[in-house]
């Protein structure tokens, strides 16, 4: 609450009366802007699963040399198919063709 006050000056007396203001009376209530709750984390994650399935199916995450060790491993299956289907073939032939 405020204190105020209104002097007036009747007959040369002066007089003071004093008031209390709610500023609450004159401004109306205050409202809070506090915006709604959002959906929660496994909302969330529930919402973008349902969204990304049918584009790209169940992801799983692949260490960043992935490529290097397909490679790698590409090139050791296909020693071991020829020395296997071909047995001419030594292995220092294997190797020597392997050997990047």
């Avoid at 290097?68 to 050791?76: G, K, P």
């Avoid at 020693?79 to 990047?100: C, I, M, P, Q, W």
Wanted: proline share 8%; aromatic share 8%.
């Amino acid at each position: 609450l405020e204190k105020g006050g209104i002097e007036s000056h009747e007959d040369r007396k002066t007089t003071k009366t004093e008031f209390e203001v709610d500023p609450q009376f004159l401004l109306g209530p205050q409202k809070a802007e506090t915006p709604p709750p959002g959906p929660s984390f496994r909302e969330k994650r529930r919402l973008i699963s349902q969204v990304l399935e049918p584009y790209m199916g169940t992801m799983i995450v692949t260490p960043k040399e992935i490529d290097v060790l397909i490679d790698e491993v590409s090139d050791v299956v296909a020693g071991a198919l020829n020395t296997s289907f071909h047995e001419g073939v030594s292995y220092d032939e294997v190797f020597k063709y392997l050997a990047r």
